[in-house]
């Protein structure tokens, strides 16, 4: 990333209360951990009040608006405008800009969701401040310190007093890490409540494509359609790597069209390299980021997925898709053991033979990792009301509705 870009509007203060809860989010995979767990805490008869911080690191329309709508998210009480910018500036603005709210409205509980540099800013400025922090989707280790993600996990896992994990290999993680047992709950993945959410709604991939991408209808309705996302710094910002990927996208698309709704960050890199055109023209339909909907539908009807991104591994897993993950590791290998998961790397020509053994076998047997059941965050709910219970606190927190 380059140097900051500004987009600074100011905070709106916090009205100032003490108790409840708090909850940030900041990037677009934190929109779906958030939704229902706000939705878990406004169910009756007694809610837990729990105020919503946007920190601002994802702003476009298409990588935030159409989250909260169609998650039906409440409109942040606060947004910290902060946006993009370096590793070290976005969150240090963020951590400048966080720390006044936080101060004014002193919640019981400041909730994390993910490994996004919002996620550790804000958890930081709670640690610094005494407020205790509850991490959702903690102790996931890829280890590869490379990725910022990976240090934003490490990092906020230590600093949090509750560690909601989505799998067993991140409860042994973070044991591992001397993390003591009582902090950690097994509770299931709150990603796949908004899965469960929202299938029924999900928008049909043909509705999508007619819409979005015209030249494909028809090939897609002949011989189905691949599913590709791309948006890791590690993929896209090298471009030796980022041309290996796509030559072998274009070979794949002589076989079915390719849909690629492509992140920011991989637009910026592909107009910079000036492989638009080489796409479209090889049959590659290239779109804008899309909502959650539009996405859900389309992951759920494509032969297969190609995608860098942590949530859709889990998201084609749920849904019993194929899923090849271009990259060498991840950190969520429940994937890999129950669900339909591979992981091929960036090199051409083992992404060529895996996506030709992908298309021409039987769909992967897939089990569903436990716990991913749509029930997370209720389940988080119940920890977090003994935990609020232990401290004395559940009336004080009910009270600061
Ligand atoms: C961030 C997260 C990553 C997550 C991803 C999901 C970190 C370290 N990375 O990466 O873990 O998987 O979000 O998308 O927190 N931009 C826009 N509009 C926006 C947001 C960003 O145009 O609304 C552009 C900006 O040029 C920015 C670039 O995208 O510099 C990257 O955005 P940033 O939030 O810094 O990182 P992501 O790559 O999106």
Redesign the pocket.
């Known amino acids: 990333?380059s140097a900051p870009?500004a987009r600074l509007p100011a905070a709106r203060p916090a009205p100032p209360r003490e108790g409840g809860l708090m909850c940030v989010v900041?990037?677009?995979?934190n929109f779906m951990k958030a939704a229902p767990l706000l939705a878990a805490f406004a169910e009756g008869p007694t809610p837990l009040p729990c105020s919503l911080v946007h920190t601002g690191?994802?702003?476009?329309a298409a990588?935030?608006e159409a989250f909260f709508r169609q998650l039906a998210i409440p409109e942040p009480d606060v947004d910290l405008g902060v946006g993009?910018?370096s590793?070290a500036w976005?969150t240090a603005e963020i951590m400048r800009r966080f720390e006044p709210v936080l101060a004014a409205q002193r919640p019981q509980l400041l909730i994390v969701v993910g490994?996004?540099?919002?996620t550790l800013a804000c958890a930081l400025v709670a640690a610094k401040l005494g407020v205790p922090v509850a991490h959702v989707e903690a102790g996931l280790r890829s280890f590869d310190r490379a990725m910022?993600?990976e240090i934003?996990r490490v990092l906020t896992d230590q600093l949090s007093e509750l560690l909601f994990v989505t799998e067993p290999s991140a409860r042994e993680n973070l044991l591992r890490e001397g993390v003591a047992p009582w902090r950690i709950h097994f509770v299931g993945n709150v990603m796949i409540d908004t899965l469960r959410a929202h299938e029924a709604r999900a928008v049909p991939a043909a509705d999508t494509l007619a819409r979005l991408a015209p030249r494909a209808v028809r090939r897609a309705a002949e011989h189905g359609y691949a599913l590709l996302t791309l948006?890791r710094?590690s993929n896209v910002d090298r471009p030796e790597v980022l041309r290996g990927i796509l030559e072998a996208v274009a070979v794949l698309a002589r076989r079915l069209p390719v849909v690629f709704p492509v992140?920011?960050?991989t637009r910026?890199a592909l107009a910079r390299l000036g492989l638009e055109d080489d796409l479209a023209a090889a049959g590659v339909a290239l779109t804008g980021p899309l909502g959650y909907l539009e996405t859900l539908g389309l992951m759920r009807e494509a032969r297969l997925v190609l995608t860098d991104?942590?949530g859709m591994q889990e998201e084609t897993t749920a849904l019993g898709v194929p899923c090849l993950t271009l990259r060498e590791s991840t950190e969520r290998p429940v994937t890999l053991t129950h669900g339909t998961n591979t992981l091929v790397g960036t090199d051409p020509a083992r992404i060529r033979a895996a996506a030709g053994q992908a298309l021409s076998g039987a769909r992967p047997a897939a089990r569903m990792p436990e716990l991913w059941d749509g029930q997370a965050a209720r389940r988080i709910r119940a920890v977090l009301e003994r935990w609020l219970r232990d401290r004395g606190a559940l009336r004080r927190c009910a009270a600061g509705a």
Not at 26 to 29: D, E, I, V, W
Not at 57 to 60: E, L
């Open positions: 990333m870009a900041g990037a677009r995979p690191q994802h702003y476009d990588m935030k993009s910018g590793h976005q490994d996004v540099n919002s910022p993600e934003n948006h710094p992140h920011p960050r910026a991104s942590g």
